[in-house]
């Protein structure tokens, strides 16, 4: 391909000029000059404003950037951020005249003694067309922001002098047209740069194949530099191109076993990770080495919320290493292959992978659109960068055993491209299925996908073998985890267990991509809108189950519980049936011990003698025996690390079931069973008068809406029925039948419904009975966001409780709730969502005192519990956390019910099992002040 000295290549279809053909990422000999760090810097508002002078830059007047990174992270322009829409006019491959042009320049000395090697320059990762000048002379212009480019330098630079390289970075090419993905527009050099010696003689490409069955490894590996294939510990050494076996431990997610090898030739040595694996399709079921993989996945942004995209390696460690603690499985690496160091970590920690290709055309819709703007999976112009960009991805990562899927890409509609793209696959690997989303009726996958279906039509797949082919089913996205949420996500787990060809998914997503930023003076988490966008996607940005900061929100608290490898469950009186779910592990590196609490005391602990439990089979183990008598007796069962592994210290929590003792078998009260869905089929609001400290008791029918509330449309229509500005009139009052009891009427404007609630306030011994009945009439709404009782106090500092907890828990987010007694401040009962909404809640609370004030459900109801030092209004208005500034006054409400949280800002409507259906209401509490 012609390489020109103009800036034509920024919008030429193809994927770049003079760019070594794609190979395997390698742990070699090569020598290596890493070119991090800083480099000279200069920023063009546009292509014809960058002066042409990167033949001999003068670069005494430049800034200083540092690489790798994003020069809008740096103080150069902004960021950006939208989800589906381009930035900028659909014209390809135009792009707008007003494009960001960055020049980065250093200098580098060869080393003498690179005499007779090839010179490589390689870099990881640039966003997103960029052309290499060295010493003066262009060495080509390559594209595809998340995939390696190599240029062959060896005739620009002389071994003991200088080099110079210039790269020139534009924010928008032709690329950007399939680089539409669901993130930050963030340019750059944003992962590494490296100068390559590569000897004559040495291997720049190997291909390890490496599988597995019965106990036996069948390993050859292909070499373009003949050599010698040398692996100590199986005690093999053959040629490069043969084929051998021997006796071999497997590796999978679960026991990620790792074999250290060498390609020895004369040029120099290649370091082998070879990990031994069969993944097949038979019969509707993806499996490796001959077991079903369930994947309790996550899909992966690369994103640091100071540093975009531009990963350390600590960065990635953390990352595998919370999803091997929180029990994840399985990482899809959206949209865009990862940077090879965090498939190195999934190999040796044990992760699944699906790699995904980088592409995505979302904002050209999925069909054809008018004739002249096809999509670019459908457009022959763009057939050989999509092919490249598949090669590209495959032989850079063919090597990791972790790898067990080729993923085309991500939301591009269909065409003739994505088939071209997996003939490609299919022909470098065969050994490797290949999935797509978008073919909806699987004409050329090997596994069947969907975003965001139900689990009701995840249940009717899995129920008829004749549909798509009999693929594996697997969901690459569901459980949208935005803002307060995902609720429902055990519905999901039990049609996996019940179904083998359902097998799993991968949670959208793992963590919200807020940028750590200043607005007003105060440090927040910015989304879209906050950098001053004219077009952006507002939060839908943070979406994730980690806060910016790697923090867990209780949305990843529930997912954990819902896919923990052990469930513990009641089997009867005094035992327990503990089922395994590991693919390959049994129970024996696990310790398991029981607490016995009553009321939330301690009253007796120990161990459990538990056999070991084969992958997939189920134990019943019996309790000591335990006095049941008194009220509120529970005994959690835990399964914790014996020993420590590479992931975790030992002790560390692997699965737990709570069970409540003092229940008649088989009638087990709501919520005995931590998990179980509670059986409330209650509604209305409330509106009072005070008691002692306790002011303006009101009826509270509205919560700040939640992201799954407000993108939807939910919350919308219950403004329009106008629960979010109800007034309260006192209908009556006065002495009766020894209590003052208090009639309300609480109703929108203008609206011809009303909440009818009755309050009678019983005096007792140091306290006060509050029995509240609501009654709704007219036309009232079928559903209220909550329903309960909203009262102000003091300032209040602690909270203690005693019910579920530690964390939130709503009707559908209650898995990794469990029954005990628990304390906290008033800060500290605050989820810090980036958007602020409904947060907090503590469903079926028996008893909370807050400060001087106790407040205890009466005669078997149970309330939840929230605590705030601002009002929902404030809560509502603000828009960042930081915004929300403690008052002199607590605000405090207990709900007889909530409606759920779900997943509906991108994902199913709520189910009406956790909807909160308008209908009378009762609630009994117990005020001591």
């Given at each position: 391909m012609p390489v020109t000295q103009d800036h034509s290549y920024v919008e030429d279809f193809a994927p770049g000029a003079n760019v070594l053909p794609?190979?395997?990422?390698?742990?070699?000999?090569?020598?290596?000059?890493?070119l991090t760090g800083d480099w000279s810097f200069r920023l063009s508002a546009s292509v014809a404003d960058a002066p042409d002078d990167l033949k001999d830059p003068d670069t005494s007047g430049w800034d200083t950037i540092a690489v790798p990174g994003h020069w809008q992270l740096s103080g150069y322009g902004a960021p950006a951020y939208t989800n589906v829409v381009y930035p900028f006019p659909l014209e390809p491959p135009f792009v707008p005249t007003d494009n960001p042009t960055g020049d980065y320049v250093r200098t580098v000395t060869v080393p003498a003694d690179w005499a007779g090697a090839r010179v490589v320059l390689r870099f990881e990762g640039v966003d997103s067309r960029f052309a290499v000048h060295v010493n003066g002379e262009l060495a080509g212009w390559s594209s595809g922001s998340r995939l390696p480019s190599e240029f062959d330098v060896t005739d620009l630079v002389a071994p003991g002098k200088e080099a110079r390289i210039a790269v020139r970075v534009h924010q928008w090419s032709a690329g950007s047209y399939v680089e539409d993905q669901d993130m930050w527009w963030l340019s750059g050099i944003f992962r590494e740069v490296n100068l390559l010696a590569l000897r004559p003689g040495a291997p720049t490409d190997v291909f390890v194949h490496a599988s597995y069955a019965d106990g036996t490894g069948t390993l050859s590996v292909d070499s373009d530099v003949a050599g010698t294939v040398v692996v100590p510990e199986l005690g093999l050494e053959f040629a490069t191109g043969d084929e051998v076996t021997a006796a071999v431990e497997p590796w999978s997610a679960e026991s990620p076993r790792l074999y250290d090898g060498v390609v020895r030739t004369e040029?120099?040595?290649?370091?082998?990770?070879?990990?031994?694996?069969?993944v097949a399709i038979a019969d509707g079921v993806l499996t490796v080495n001959g077991n079903r993989v369930l994947f309790n996945g996550v899909n992966r942004h690369e994103f640091h919320p100071d540093r975009g995209?531009?990963?350390?390696?600590?960065?990635?460690?953390?990352?595998?290493?919370?999803?091997?603690?929180?029990?994840?499985?399985?990482v899809r690496t959206s949209h865009y292959p990862p940077h090879p160091h965090f498939l190195a970590l999934c190999d040796e920690y044990g992760l699944y992978v699906i790699d995904e290709c980088d592409l995505e055309t979302h904002g050209f819709g999925y069909e054809p659109q008018p004739p002249k703007l096809p999509n670019p999976v459908m457009d022959p112009r763009f057939r050989d960068d999509l092919v490249a960009r598949m090669a590209r991805t495959v032989h850079r990562d063919k090597n990791h055993p972790s790898i067990i899927i080729w993923s085309l890409g991500n939301e591009c509609g269909m065409g003739e491209n994505l088939k071209a793209m997996y003939d490609l696959a299919k022909e470098i690997d065969p050994s490797r299925p290949v999935h797509y989303e978008r073919d909806?009726?699987?004409?050329?996958?090997?596994?069947?996908?969907?975003?965001?279906?139900?689990?009701?039509?995840?249940?009717?797949i899995g129920a008829d073998s004749s549909?798509?082919?009999?693929?594996?089913?697997?969901?690459?996205?569901?459980?949208?985890?935005?803002?307060?949420?995902p609720g429902g996500l055990l519905d999901y787990r039990e049609v996996f267990d019940k179904y083998p060809r359902c097998q799993g998914g991968f949670i959208w997503e793992w963590i919200d991509h807020g940028l750590r930023t200043t607005i007003d003076g105060r440090e927040v988490y910015a989304y879209g809108g906050d950098f001053g966008e004219t077009i952006h996607d507002g939060n839908f940005v943070c979406d994730g189950l980690l806060f910016p900061d790697r923090t867990p929100s209780p949305g990843m608290l529930e997912y954990v519980k819902v896919i923990e490898p052990l469930r513990i469950v009641a089997d009867g009186n005094g035992a327990v049936s503990i089922a395994n779910r590991y693919e390959v592990l049994d129970t024996s590196r696990l310790t398991f011990t029981y607490v016995v609490e009553v009321e939330g005391s301690q009253v007796d602990a120990g161990e459990l003698s538990v056999p070991a439990i084969a992958p997939g089979a189920t134990a019943t183990v019996s309790l000591p025996a335990v006095d049941a008598s008194k009220p509120e007796t529970w005994v959690t069962v835990t399964a914790s690390l014996t020993a420590a592994t590479a992931w975790a210290e030992a002790g560390h929590r692997i699965a737990w079931g709570q069970l409540r003792l003092d229940q008649p078998a088989g009638r087990p009260a709501p919520g005995s069973e931590v998990g179980s869905a509670p059986a409330t089929n209650v509604v209305a609001g409330v509106d009072g008068i005070g008691f002692g400290v306790v002011k303006n008791a009101r009826l509270d029918v509205w919560r700040a809406p939640i992201d799954n509330d407000a993108i939807p449309g939910v919350a919308d229509a219950w403004r329009e029925q106008g629960l979010h500005r109800v007034q309260h009139r006192i209908v009556s009052q006065g002495e009766r039948d020894g209590a003052w009891e208090v009639v309300t009427r609480t109703a929108p404007p203008q609206l011809q419904w009303g909440l009818v609630s009755t309050w009678r306030w019983t005096p007792v011994d140091g306290g006060v009975v509050l029995d509240l009945d609501v009654v709704p009439?007219?036309?009232?709404?079928?559903?209220?966001?909550?329903?309960?009782?909203?009262?102000?106090?003091?300032k209040v500092e602690r909270v203690e409780w005693f019910g579920t907890g530690p964390n939130e828990a709503y009707v559908d987010t209650r898995e990794a709730a469990a029954?005990?007694?628990?304390?906290?401040?008033?800060?500290?009962?605050?989820?810090?969502?980036?958007?602020?909404?409904?947060?907090?809640?503590?469903?079926?609370?028996?008893w909370a005192t807050l400060d001087g004030l106790r407040i205890e459900a009466v005669g078997g109801t149970l309330f939840g519990l929230t605590v705030r030092d601002w009002s929902t209004q404030a809560l509502e208005s603000a828009t960042h956390t930081a915004e929300?500034?403690?008052?002199?006054?607590?605000?405090?409400?207990?709900?007889?019910?909530?409606?759920?949280?779900?997943?509906a800002a991108c994902g199913p409507a709520l189910p009406d099992r956790d909807k909160l259906k308008t209908a009378p209401a009762h609630l009994t509490v117990k005020f001591f002040g």
């Open positions: 794609p190979r395997a990422w390698l742990d070699d000999d090569s020598a290596e000059i890493p040029g120099g040595d290649v370091r082998l990770r070879i990990g031994f694996r069969t995209r531009a990963l350390t390696e600590q960065d990635m460690l953390d990352d595998v290493l919370l999803m091997k603690r929180a029990g994840i499985n399985a909806t009726e699987a004409d050329f996958v090997d596994i069947y996908s969907r975003m965001y279906t139900d689990p009701a039509g995840c249940a009717e549909l798509y082919r009999n693929l594996p089913f697997i969901l690459c996205e569901y459980g949208h985890a935005m803002g307060n949420g009439e007219g036309r009232f709404p079928e559903v209220l966001p909550r329903l309960g009782v909203t009262f102000e106090l003091p029954v005990g007694k628990y304390s906290a401040t008033v800060a500290e009962l605050q989820t810090p969502y980036v958007r602020p909404q409904e947060n907090g809640h503590r469903i079926d609370t028996r929300l500034t403690p008052s002199d006054t607590t605000y405090v409400t207990l709900d007889i019910a909530q409606t759920g949280v779900g997943t």
